[in-house]
């Protein structure tokens, strides 16, 4: 065709689609293309190649958009993966393509690689070549990007107007309801009322949790129940037909309560009391069972991502250990948390060496402390009185003995045996507790290397943050090369 035309045009498409919330854009990917081939087939272009990105945004830095990188990439080379020549490209609008300043440049860069390119999108053909159009592109990446601002601030205050409308906003079917979210699912509903009066009545959440599990009662989004979970549905206040929001009521005008449209699970005075009831238990309210948080990894949330950020920044996320994939000679890994969890995703440590090395760094820190508190214990400072007791006792017994030159007649002899004795004794007393003292920080220092290895993994836990504030992982080591020990920097606490 090319031959037989050479002014003919051959063009890509590109179409994304984001996933805004949980509303689906309103250009679905197959909207995007078929509107795009007939501008095409009116422009007389013929469209070589369709570059799909779907549900990815392209105003996070984190998502990787396959299809638009493979299209910066064709664009440099001049021809799409099948070797079809690209004359131009085509998007519904210019915020398919970029969102984002740096994609912006890119895309401008590969498309003027090469001569003679058209551009087409909601404002018709462009020329991308023209003078200042750099500059029309930043504009409209600016004013995009305040536009997915909006979009983001009108969902939260659509959220918010439904809730006070009283209407449900719950993504999911809530447990103990039928899809629609407003029928009760009779026996999710009798499960959640019955755990209720058992828990005001003093029953555990661990109880509730176990007797769920064994019910076979999975959650609205088909896990297993779990202690939290379990916490959440119960405190929920959607149960008695209140709403919440970030753990407030939302309330009318006359600061009364708002009540849903859906049908409750128990009156709100049971729901103030089960939840009252499971504050006063969870005492510092951060959720998590009696006897702290059971955890399966030695250092998770103690060793803290070092990894320096593009804005120079230390990432500092908290990192948390995983299983390690199977064809790894190591069970766990650490890892810093995703961008959605306030990490960078970018640090990982093989859990073996490093639970290797932060435990021989501890031992070795707890022995010294403990030697030096054995240090601390001064020497006994009461030797020379004891040793004036003595020879005043000896002396005492020695006048009395002594018929010839006496001094000492029965009658004072006895009268101060008893004082001297009682000070002896005391004395001696004293003596033993010191050395005691002494002898029990020396066996601490000796004992903690052989304890440690029979702690569980909470005392060592325990151990640990009762020495160190955090450990500074700075990334680097993955793959074939080698563990660096260097790269794990402990920031110990400082004994005051
Ligand atoms: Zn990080």
Same mark, same amino acid.
């Given at each position: 065709m090319l031959a037989a035309d050479p002014t003919l045009k051959c063009v890509t498409c590109y179409a994304r689609i984001s996933f805004d919330g949980r509303v689906k854009d309103a250009h679905g990917i197959e909207d995007q293309h078929r509107g795009m081939t007939e501008e095409a087939r009116k422009l007389g272009w013929l469209v070589v190649y369709r570059y799909t990105d779907n549900d990815k945004s392209a105003s996070k830095e984190s998502v990787v958009r396959d299809d638009f990188e493979q299209l910066l990439a064709d664009l440099a080379t001049g021809t799409t993966p099948e070797g079809y020549p690209i004359h131009g490209v085509m998007a519904v609008n210019d915020d398919r393509l970029y969102r984002r300043p740096s994609d912006w440049e890119r895309y401008l860069k590969a498309f003027t690689s090469h001569e003679g390119r058209v551009y087409h999108d909601s404002n018709g053909v462009? +020329?991308?070549?023209?003078?200042?159009f750099e500059i029309k592109g930043l504009v409209g990446v600016a004013m995009s990007l305040s536009e997915t601002r909006k979009k983001q601030r009108r969902t939260r205050n659509s959220h918010r107007s439904r809730a006070l409308r009283g209407q449900s906003v719950a993504a999911w079917r809530p447990f103990g309801w039928e899809d629609d979210k407003i029928t009760l699912r009779p026996e999710e509903a009798e499960a959640i009322r019955q755990a209720v009066k058992d828990v005001i009545a003093g029953a555990s959440i661990s109880e509730i949790t176990r007797r769920w599990q064994k019910a076979g009662f999975i959650t609205s989004r088909g896990n297993p129940f779990q202690y939290q979970t379990v916490k959440q549905v119960l405190q929920n206040a959607r149960l008695c037909g209140y709403r919440a929001i970030k753990g407030e009521l939302v309330r009318d005008g006359d600061d009364q309560p708002i009540v849903g449209e859906w049908d409750a699970v128990i009156t709100p005075k049971q729901w103030f009391a089960v939840t009252a009831k499971i504050r006063e238990r969870g005492g510092s309210g951060a959720g998590v069972p009696r006897g702290g948080l059971v955890h399966k990894y030695l250092l998770t949330g103690i060793l803290r991502c070092g990894n320096v950020l593009e804005d120079g920044t230390t990432c500092n996320g908290k990192m948390v250990g995983i299983k390690a994939n199977d064809w790894l000679r190591y069970e766990h890994a650490y890892t810093c948390k995703g961008t959605v969890d306030g990490g960078c995703h970018k640090t990982y440590k093989r859990g073996d060496k490093t639970d290797d090395i932060i435990e021989k760094l501890v031992i070795k820190k707890l022995k010294k402390e403990a030697a030096s508190k054995a240090k601390d214990v001064? +020497?006994? +400072?009461k030797a020379e009185a004891l040793k004036r007791a003595v020879n005043s006792r000896n002396e005492l017994e020695r006048r009395w003995h002594d018929d010839e030159d006496t001094e000492i007649d029965d009658e004072t002899f006895f009268r101060n045996l008893p004082v001297l004795e009682r000070r002896l004794k005391d004395l001696r007393a004293d003596r033993r507790n010191h050395e005691a003292l002494k002898a029990e920080a020396e066996a601490a220092k000796e004992d903690i290397e052989k304890s440690w290895d029979s702690k569980t993994l909470t005392q060592k836990r325990t151990a640990i943050k009762k020495v160190l504030i955090a450990v500074v992982a700075q990334p680097g080591g993955k793959g074939n090369k080698a563990f660096d020990p260097e790269l794990l920097k402990p920031v110990w606490k400082t004994s005051e």
């Open positions: 462009q +020329d991308l070549y023209a003078e200042g001064p +020497d006994w +400072d």
